[in-house]
């Protein structure tokens, strides 16, 4: 059997699923993207960076549950664009599956080229580069391996601690044909069989030390976003209350009773800090609780931890813990049959719930009842976006403020309903992120929230929406300024510089590339321009929403960073720090 690199390329994706790939076709792998547009299961998306395209397989990856966002960029500088998508991804534990398009290989009698190190003419090894972002790197050098390589790339990118995976092929192998030992292999995942059983004795000693406490709790991050339905169950069994991290709002429903709010400690919403405020046994399950999920470790942890966790690897904390690795969804599963045979009935603590009520109604009245001195209060707007648009609606951030503002103030009950890039704070990941989840799951509402410097950045991807017939919705958050940059400089006491982006004319932008263009400058303008944007976006066109945001009363959550920030500073700092914010607001 005779067969290209490129169809050999091509039937690998299409046995993995693949519906999608996100990049740029350059000389290196035009041949994947002439294959790939005969298939009729694959579609190759443009997207005007390779940023872009790693954001974009990224949301592919978290928005729909079992996909895996694949790229198809060029080896080289297609690579180093992308790096801060991958990063973010690697971060995150998301699977990933990158395909580079490659210089072709020197044949056996060719000499070095003039362009090569051997003759001084520096150059760049992308694999180099990715090692310490993914969890598997490839180069094909033979026909006959590219077939089994990407379902290995597939495998692995899945497995235990999802991330990303990189596969390099050559261009003369992607041209030239080949005899292939046939028939071609199927890809089959791995069985049930394969998942380790976790030690009765393990449960059983896991079981015992949650009853045993007298005030347990839970934490869930992005890993338990498929467990939601467990971790539910182990919750009520429990009476336990249950916060998540910035990245795992979606993985339990804030309309549940136990539901705290996010994270817990100092810079927790009120009604999750009292919550846990004298937790003695915490239960984290899809998270290593490391910097981003405890807000730069504002949150003191409990001397007793035990970790559900998909990853193999354990932190020294862990180490020093309980950990129970394997699939999440299963561990917690048995789990719970064990809690049920050392204590049939669930644990009923309804001082506990209506204590979680009444500090999540006092917040949000104290939010809504906020003076924005007549700008849009975050919390009316997303009192509004709530009541306007589906629970299954999928809600993606940037980078800044606003991503904390959105994690505390909008309820978010449906698994993966909620997404940030929030392990790498990488800006730029929301335009392209929204376009993805839109594409593949083209029946929900897709709404990104971001900062006007974020939509700086990226706000071009928003081209692919209008090419691609799109009803996304994308809300700028408009204050003119890097506004997180801005707030931590005060607080730090630096200067306030590079931080003003000036007054962009975002209506004529949108008008430049057919978007829809909605304006939001009053609370009272909110209603109306939901219901609009979202009568736009069902018509299949992108909309911006342009709101005037009042950003004077900043998160619990960016508060508690800054001051366990500020308490890291030695006394003489803090005196210095305050003896020239004194002299800078007298000289101006």
């Known amino acids: 059997m005779n067969k290209s690199g490129a169809m050999l390329t091509q039937y690998a994706l299409e046995q993995l699923g693949i519906s999608h790939t996100f990049g740029i076709p350059g000389v290196q792998n035009a041949e994947i993207y002439h294959q790939l547009n005969q298939s009729e299961q694959i579609t190759p998306l443009l997207v005007n960076h390779e940023m872009n395209a790693a954001f974009m397989a990224d949301a592919v990856s978290r928005s729909k549950a079992g996909s895996v966002g694949t790229m198809l960029i060029v080896s080289g500088s297609g690579v180093t664009h992308a790096i801060s998508g991958i990063g973010e991804a690697y971060l995150a534990g998301i699977p990933l599956l990158i395909i580079a398009g490659a210089s072709s290989q020197p044949s056996a009698n060719s000499q070095p080229s003039a362009n090569s190190e051997q003759s001084g003419y520096p150059s760049i090894d992308a694999k180099e580069i990715l090692k310490p972002l993914t969890k598997a790197i490839f180069n094909i050098s033979d026909h006959q391996q590219i077939v089994e390589t990407l ?116 810079a927790a919403v009120p009604s999750a800090e009292n919550a846990f405020k004298n937790c003695d046994c915490l239960l984290a399950i899809g998270t290593n609780l490391n910097e981003a999920d405890t807000a730069n470790g504002s949150a003191e942890l409990p001397e007793n931890i035990i970790y559900i966790t998909n990853d193999k690897s354990s932190s020294d904390a862990q180490e020093a813990a309980t950990a129970l690795h394997g699939n999440i969804q299963q561990i917690a599963t048995d789990l719970l049959y064990k809690l049920q045979e050392q204590q049939p009935a669930a644990i009923s603590r309804k001082a506990l719930v209506d204590d979680i009520a009444n500090h999540k109604a006092l917040f949000k009245k104290e939010w809504l009842g906020h003076n924005s001195r007549g700008l849009v209060n975050p919390a009316v707007f997303f009192d509004k976006l709530r009541a306007a648009v589906s629970d299954d609606a999928i809600i993606i951030t940037d980078d800044g403020l606003h991503t904390y503002l959105a994690a505390e103030l909008l309820p978010i009950n449906s698994p993966r309903s909620f997404i940030s890039p929030s392990s790498f704070n990488a800006m730029g990941y929301c335009i392209p992120a929204v376009n993805a989840a839109k594409i593949v799951n083209p029946s929900k509402q897709v709404i990104g929230i971001l900062g006007d410097g974020a939509m700086l950045m990226s706000g071009m991807e928003a081209l692919t929406a209008v090419r691609e017939n799109l009803g996304t919705i994308y809300c700028i958050f408009n204050d003119g300024k890097l506004s997180r940059i801005n707030h931590s400089q005060r607080v730090s006491d630096s200067q306030s510089t590079c931080t003003k982006l000036g007054n962009i004319n975002w209506g004529a932008f949108a008008d430049s590339i057919e978007c829809g263009y909605i304006p939001v400058r009053h609370n009272n303008d909110i209603e109306i321009a939901l219901r609009h944007a979202l009568e736009t976006a069902a018509h299949n066109q992108p909309v911006f929403l342009d709101i005037t945001i009042d950003y004077s009363r900043h998160s619990n959550y960016a508060q508690g960073v800054e001051k366990t920030n500020a308490a890291r500073f030695s006394s003489a700092n803090k005196l210095g720090m305050l003896g020239r914010a004194i002299v800078r607001k007298l000289t101006g």
């Open 151 to 266: 379902y290995n790339a597939y495998r692995i990118a899945t497995s235990d601690r999802p991330g990303p995976v990189f596969v390099e092929i050559p261009l003369d192998i992607q041209v030239l044909s080949a005899d292939i030992d046939g028939p071609l292999p199927l890809f089959t995942e791995g069985t049930d069989d394969q998942i380790e059983a976790i030690n009765d004795v393990d449960l059983d000693s896991v079981a015992t030390q949650l009853l045993k406490a007298e005030s347990p709790g839970i934490v869930v991050g992005w890993g338990a976003v498929d467990a939601q339905a467990q971790v539910i169950a182990l919750a009520q069994q429990i009476g336990a209350p249950v916060c998540t991290t910035l990245s795992g709002v979606s993985s339990f429903p804030a309309q549940h009773p136990l539901h705290a709010g996010m994270i817990f400690g100092p």
